[in-house]
């Protein structure tokens, strides 16, 4: 069976940072592109980054471009996105999907930017 | 890139039929046949249910079906069921690796 497990969300102010990881199971993450997306509480689904299946390619969106660091480890089957720099609008839960088709996803982990 | 853009809501009795929109552009539902759509329930993740525009994903019933003409992309849901009522949004590869997804669509069953 698929899963893909967040982890590492939690309370920081605005500046500071965090890393998130996505444990693979089920699976062999080196098969396979990898997504972050985030969802604001309320509000719709916006993708923040990729990365190709040997970590040799990232792709970020504008608005989280030069913060955000995507980055792989195969040997752990684990996704991890590293962010620097904070700020409110990046408060969300974000999730780990798997493939071009974003066809498996985790459950999510909350990211809280607040003083 | 700007959102896609969908409506609000929409909303059928059980049995009948509903169709949700997803409009882009030429650079990203025009230009590629790489869109896709997920179902999300209340508190939970999002679920793959359509891509490459028509395909269904494993497990997804075929009362669920997808489309597009030019820059709009279509969902359409036939044979409207109870757990079908969730939020349903489009998203599409832009190009360079980048996508973009639709604002997302309420669909209630009466």
């Known amino acids: 069976e698929v899963q893909l497990v967040e982890s590492g969300g939690g309370l920081v102010q605005p500046g500071g940072s965090l890393r998130l990881s996505c444990a693979a199971s089920?699976?062999?993450?080196?098969?396979?592109?990898m997504h972050w997306v985030r969802q604001a509480p309320g509000k719709g689904l916006v993708w923040v980054s990729r990365?190709?299946?040997?970590?040799?390619?990232?792709n970020y969106a504008d608005s989280v471009k030069g913060r955000f660091t995507i980055s792989r480890d195969n040997a752990k089957n684990t996704l991890y996105l590293q962010m620097n720099s904070l700020r409110v609008e990046d408060m969300a839960v974000y999730y780990c999907?798997?493939?071009?088709?974003?066809?498996?996803w985790g459950q999510g982990t909350l990211v809280t930017v607040s003083s | 890139q700007s959102a896609l853009t969908q409506p609000r809501s929409v909303s059928g009795s059980p049995g009948q039929s509903v169709t949700i929109s997803c409009t882009g552009t030429?650079?990203?539902?025009?230009?590629?046949?790489?869109v896709s759509w997920k179902q999300q329930h209340p508190g939970k993740a999002p679920k793959l249910v359509i891509y490459d525009v028509s395909k269904r994903h494993l497990g997804v019933p075929d009362r669920f079906s997808g489309s597009k003409s030019g820059n709009t992309a279509s969902l359409t849901i036939s044979g409207l069921q109870a757990e079908d009522e969730a939020d349903y949004y489009c998203c599409s590869f832009v190009g360079n690796y980048t996508y973009v997804f639709g604002t997302g669509t309420k669909v209630t069953v009466l």
């Open positions: 999907a798997r493939a071009n088709n974003f066809d498996y």
């Open positions: 089920g699976f062999s993450l080196s098969n396979y592109w």
């Open positions: 030429s650079s990203d539902v025009g230009g590629y046949n790489y």
């Open positions: 990365i190709n299946s040997d970590g040799s390619t990232t």
